[in-house]
C-alpha cells in the first residue's frame, strides 16, 4: 500500500515531468508563466464541491514556477 508520502512525491513528480515538457515547447516567458498560472487554476478547480487529490502538492510546484518567471 502506498503512503501519503509517497503519493504526494508521485503528483509532484508527475507535474514536474508535464509542466517541464511543456513548457519547453512555450517560446517567451510570459508565455510560460500564463501556461503555469493556467495549469495552476485547473488543479484548483473543484469537481462535485471537492479538490483533485494532492492538488497543493501540485500547486506548490506551479506556484513555484510562476514566482520564478516573475522575478
Avoid at 57 to 65: E, R
Amino acid at each position: 500500500m502506498q503512503t501519503l508520502k509517497d503519493g504526494r512525491r508521485q503528483i509532484y513528480l508527475e507535474v514536474q515531468k508535464k509542466v517541464e515538457a511543456e513548457s519547453k515547447q512555450i517560446g517567451t516567458g510570459h508565455l510560460k508563466l500564463k501556461y503555469f498560472e493556467t495549469e495552476k487554476q485547473k488543479w484548483l478547480n473543484r469537481s462535485e464541491s471537492k479538490y483533485k487529490p494532492s492538488c497543493m502538492v501540485a500547486t506548490y510546484f506551479l506556484t513555484k514556477k510562476i514566482r520564478q518567471y516573475q522575478n
